[in-house]
């Protein structure tokens, strides 16, 4: 699985759009994009994935460049309830290792 | 649709003992992973077990085990506790048609 590269921390303003960058330049062609998030002390909580295209759902929106080397998630209207750490995370879809990478993340804190 | 479930939620044990934690996947999903996240520290995989078989598992000792159920459950057994083993024991299972992985509350492990 190709490394990501995401800033440690980010600060946003309530109500405001966060944008959490990620740096994957190594990715290769089949390798998809998968964000979490975890909330102080819980469990992982999957946002969104994509290949190539941007998506959008509920919860957020990806950008992924067209070279893809890197993408942005964008929570669009942040409340205090986002604040914790976002993983990056590429993978091969079906993978034989099965497990995802998670590296540091970022640490989002919402203020008011 | 209920999420992966894990039980017991906190659970205290003294050095040398054994631990048994259980977790539940999503209905219809057949493959569980479990991770361990020490305070402070990333999600490092352990077990990937899928169809009742063990298909990969993490850089840990072997008195890390587990099994899976013919009801797609999950069992990790730690023999031998360490002080080190003192972590957040998270459970994931897997949208086969995304191959997205979603985990549960975890099992907070203390050993004194």
């Known amino acids: 699985d190709a490394k990501t590269t995401q800033p440690t921390s980010m600060d946003c303003a309530e109500g405001r759009a966060a944008n959490l960058p990620c740096n994957h330049s190594?990715?290769?062609?089949?390798?998809?994009v998968y964000w979490y998030r975890q909330i102080h002390s819980q469990g992982p909580q999957y946002i969104i994935h994509?290949?190539?295209n941007n998506e959008t759902n509920e919860m957020a929106s990806l950008i992924i460049t067209e070279d893809r080397k890197s993408s942005t998630l964008i929570l669009p209207h942040a409340t205090l309830r986002d604040t914790a750490v976002y993983y990056c995370?590429?993978?091969?879809?079906?993978?034989?290792?099965?497990?995802?990478?998670f590296g540091r993340g970022t640490q989002l804190t919402v203020w008011p | 649709e209920a999420g992966v479930t894990q039980s017991p939620t906190h659970l205290i044990k003294t050095r040398g003992q054994q631990a048994t934690l259980r977790c539940s996947p999503i209905?219809?999903?057949?493959?569980v992973y479990w991770y361990q996240q020490a305070l402070g520290l990333g999600l490092q995989f352990l077990l990937w077990?899928?169809?009742?078989?063990?298909?990969n598992r993490g850089n840990f000792p072997p008195r890390f085990s587990g099994r899976q159920f013919p009801n797609y459950s999950s069992e990790l057994n730690v023999n031998a506790l360490e002080l080190e083993d003192s972590a957040l024991y998270l459970c994931?299972?897997?949208?086969?048609?995304?191959?997205?992985?979603?985990f549960g509350p975890g099992t907070r492990l203390t050993v004194l």
């Open positions: 209905s219809g999903h057949t493959s």
């Open positions: 995370i590429s993978s091969y879809r079906g993978s034989t290792l099965g497990r995802l990478y």
């Open positions: 190594t990715i290769s062609g089949n390798e998809y």
């Open positions: 994509g290949l190539k």
């Open positions: 077990y899928d169809e009742g078989e063990e298909r």
């Open positions: 994931a299972s897997r949208k086969v048609d995304t191959d997205t992985q979603y």
